[in-house]
Nanobody, 119 residues
Framework: QVQLVESGGGLVQPGGSLRLSCAAS????????MGWYRQATGKERELVARIFSAGITNYADSVKGRFTISRDNAKNMMSLQMNNLKPEDTAVYYCNLREFRGGGHTDYWGQGTQVTVSS
């Protein structure tokens, strides 16, 4: 079983920065993708950014140029550097790990961390 623990959320003013981290533990299959999702009040959960074990990244259009995702495979860690934050970035941010095995996949989720952008 895989466990994911997020850290780094909080309250920040518009234009500020935050760095989220996700630590993964347990038995992790090498072919996977890690990502950050967010869910604002009254909205569906959406993909923010993801990074494959080989290093390929994808970003939501709304965060391109402002957010940077990275991972350390040796330490099973992933981070999201968020710059120039906007009020619309306010949400609960979730760490996700998706393992690909035998034609299927398994998703694991962290507990979520609140990010609030407000003056």
């Amino acid at each position: 079983q895989v466990q994911l623990v997020e850290s780094g959320g909080g309250l920040v003013q518009p234009g500020g920065s935050l760095r989220l981290s996700c630590a993964a533990s347990g038995s992790i299959f090498s072919f996977n993708v890690m990502g950050w999702y967010r869910q604002a009040t009254g909205k569906e959960r959406e993909l923010v950014a993801r990074i494959f074990s080989a290093g390929i990244t994808n970003y939501a259009d709304s965060v391109k140029g402002r957010f940077t995702i990275s991972r350390d495979n040796a330490k099973n860690m992933m981070s999201l550097q968020m710059n120039n934050l906007k009020p619309e970035d306010t949400a609960v941010y979730y760490c996700n790990l998706r393992e690909f095995r035998g034609g299927g996949h398994t998703d694991y989720w962290g507990q979520g961390t609140q990010v609030t952008v407000s003056s």
